[in-house]
């Protein structure tokens, strides 16, 4: 079977188009680098994303604090722990990179904040 990707490793984008049976590569071809193909090949087994959001926070200039997950977290997950970040509310004064949230729905991922407030 023929699978499209576009890699989301670096700005270029590259658009790749992979063959493969199952979970195993037959050929590949758009990739600019090896890059490229390693993501290729956890897309197939399990997509993984960096999750970036904002959850409330208390006594700050903003209602909103950005937030991101510290390492990529599977795509799978990305629902259950939205929800989980609807139900958080910080207070100011939060540091950049502050742990928010520790091992968020068991991936052992920290989510961090991307600004002080
Ligand atoms: S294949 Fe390499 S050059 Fe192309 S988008 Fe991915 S990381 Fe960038």
Redesign the pocket.
């Known amino acids: 079977m023929i699978k499209h990707f ?9 658009e ?1 188009d992979v063959e493969e049976n199952g979970d195993k590569v037959i050929s590949m071809k ?8 390693e ?1 290729v090949i956890q897309e197939l087994k399990e997509p993984m994303r960096v999750l970036t959001t904002t959850v409330r926070i208390k006594g700050a200039e903003f209602n909103m604090l950005p937030v991101r997950t510290d390492k990529p977290i599977p795509k799978r997950l990305i629902p259950i722990t939205m929800e989980d970040l609807a139900k958080i509310e910080v207070n100011a004064h939060v540091k950049m990179y502050k742990v928010i949230v520790k091992n968020i729905a068991g991936t052992k991922v920290n989510i961090i904040a991307t600004r002080s407030m």
């Open positions: 576009t890699c989301v490793i670096c700005p270029i984008g590259c790749i758009g990739n600019k680098c090896a890059r490229g193909k993501f």
